[in-house]
């Protein structure tokens, strides 16, 4: 297959040409009516460095790798035609206004042969929606970004996608835990692909600010584009959407609550449109299985985002994007349909996840008891939940010894409770667990927070091994590859036990 440069790409601006923008172009962070986004200029950047690359996106680009270090906005390609996005958003449960990509800037839409996908660069420089801040993003925030987007690309789950990271040689000034220490942190860009950025909080603003008009033409734009097979002409039409938003964002989040995923972040401007995981900020992994547990220091007292949460979280985000949809419709008590419909698929979803997970098979009502018995004894001592779930995909007996490795002591593993739930679960899958499905959603290798905090520690002395080895180990997150086990099959060393960036992350990125 030839591959293509930047300018050979197919490029288009639906979204441009057919919904309202801000007459201005670029200029200080302000309130802007009647628009959905702002044509920018990204800002050139001192020393561009191609540091990361994701051969599979630029596969589905057809883009040529030495096209890469010119990801970065320094240089404008004939097609692309920059803009901000303009949105809200509900933060912490309360209405926030004018958000919008503060630090984000879609270069433009490219057409491929998966269909339109947007490449967006996040750090490029101010926009009209960058508020108090500079529109950077540092060298920490962009790993995580990159290396955790693709890693769940690669365990199957709906997610925003990372092209590149490119370092600008520029230093970027940030109070990492808000105590009043701004130091120098290297800056860099991710160039990251979607269907498109829009979030539930693109349509919220409309509602709020009362302008039905541009969210008519937003919703028949979104509709028409992105989800071809509804109408917007009819109560009926947008319910039938919603529906399928809905149930998008049940799939993703049953997902993470496989893999033990918390977004930390889930504020209605990060929820995506098309279900998928997006703005990688403090997120994190669980090592032990705590459901209480939220990696974002922000919100540490309430722990609105904590990991059990987050599917009644997607159910008040979904509620805030139907009421901000409610002025279209001419009867929008049908909008309770949609709601309903969010927890029938999530109930489906993750049924059928811990179906999986144990190798059930069919998931039947009495297994409800089973997995809160197994839900509850994880958490009495600390226990790894990848390596636990991970280890119970290849038991031949039902004895805990097995799963040794997954407890962080093993002196304190109730031996005879464990074998009794050991072998209700035996008995259930007559001593014949469904391995496939086991292996399929039971990964190996997750990026653990201390292991991104790793590679960005090597990567701030301009070392890029580490990141690049997780990038390529979390291509196969499902694959034994025994070549990583002993030092990335591993429960969190007591180093990461409290260090920053490891069992605490702000947003301050
Ligand atoms: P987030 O919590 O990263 O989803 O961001 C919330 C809002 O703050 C969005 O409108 C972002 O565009 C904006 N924002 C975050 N960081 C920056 C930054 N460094 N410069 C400008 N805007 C930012
Ligand atoms: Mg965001």
Redesign the pocket.
């Known amino acids: 297959m030839a591959l293509r440069t930047l300018s050979s790409l197919k490029w288009s601006s639906n979204f441009l040409g057919e919904t309202p923008g801000d007459e201005v172009i670029g200029g200080n962070p302000r309130q802007v009516t009647g628009a959905c986004w702002s044509r920018v200029k990204p800002e050139p950047m001192p020393e561009p460095v191609l540091r990361l690359w994701s051969d599979e996106m630029a596969k589905e680009l057809e883009l040529d790798k030495e096209e890469a270090s010119l990801l970065c906005g320094n240089v404008m390609i004939d097609g692309m035609d920059p803009y901000a996005q303009r949105?809200g958003?509900h933060?912490f449960g309360n209405w926030a206004g004018q958000?919008?990509?503060?630090?984000?800037i879609t270069l433009g839409e490219v057409n491929t042969i998966h269909g339109i996908l947007e490449l967006q660069l996040k750090?490029s420089g101010?926009?009209p929606?960058?508020?108090f801040?500079?529109?950077?993003?540092v060298l920490r925030s962009s790993i995580r970004e990159f290396l955790c987007s693709e890693a769940m690309h690669h365990l199957g789950i709906p997610t925003t996608r990372a092209l590149s990271l490119v370092t600008t040689g520029e230093d970027v000034i940030r109070d990492m835990m808000y105590d009043g220490n701004p130091a120098p942190e290297p800056g860099a860009i991710v160039c990251r692909v979607a269907e498109s950025f829009l979030r539930f909080g693109s349509f919220e603003i409309h509602a709020m600010s009362g302008d039905i008009r541009t969210l008519r033409i937003l919703v028949d734009n979104t509709i028409r584009l992105h989800f071809p097979e509804y109408s917007s002409e009819s109560d009926l039409g947008i319910v039938e959407w919603l529906i399928d938003v809905a149930d998008r964002t049940a799939k993703t989040i049953a997902h993470w609550m496989r893999v033990g995923f918390v977004h930390g972040?889930m504020?209605t401007?990060?929820m995506s449109i098309h279900g998928l995981t997006i703005?990688y900020?403090p997120y994190g992994w669980l090592e032990d299985f705590d459901p209480g547990w939220t990696p974002n220091t922000t919100d540490a007292r309430t722990r609105r985002y904590r990991y059990e949460q987050q599917s009644m979280i997607g159910a008040w985000n979904l509620s805030r994007l139907m009421e901000a949809i409610s002025p279209l419709m001419t009867n929008p008590h049908y909008l309770n349909k949609v709601l309903e419909s969010y927890y029938d698929s999530y109930r489906k979803y993750i049924s059928m996840m811990w179906a999986e997970k144990l190798g059930l098979g069919k998931f039947v009502d009495s297994d409800g008891a089973l997995i809160s018995e197994l839900k509850s004894k994880l958490q009495k001592r600390e226990t790894d939940m990848t390596i636990f779930f991970r280890l119970l995909t290849y038991i031949d007996e039902p004895d805990i010894v097995q799963l040794g490795k997954a407890f962080y002591d093993d002196r304190d593993v109730q031996t005879d409770e464990w074998n009794a739930w050991l072998t209700r679960w035996w008995h259930r899958v007559d001593g014949m667990p469904n391995r496939e499905s086991m292996i399929k959603s039971n990964p190996k290798y997750v990026l653990r927070n201390w292991m991104a905090q790793m590679s960005i520690d090597a990567a701030e002395k301009g070392d890029y091994s580490v990141a690049v080895e997780l990038y390529e180990m979390l291509k196969n997150p499902y694959i034994e590859q025994t070549e990583y086990e002993d030092k990335w099959f591993s429960k969190r060393p007591e180093w990461a036990r409290h260090r920053v960036g490891c069992s605490m992350l702000s947003?301050s990125?």
Not at 99 to 104: I, Q
Not at 133 to 137: K, Q, S, W
Request: net charge neutral; with cysteine; charged share 30%.
């Open positions: 949105y958003g933060q958000l919008g990509d503060g630090r984000a750090g101010k926009t929606y960058s508020r801040a500079d529109g950077r993003a972040v504020n401007d990060n703005d900020g947003c990125s």
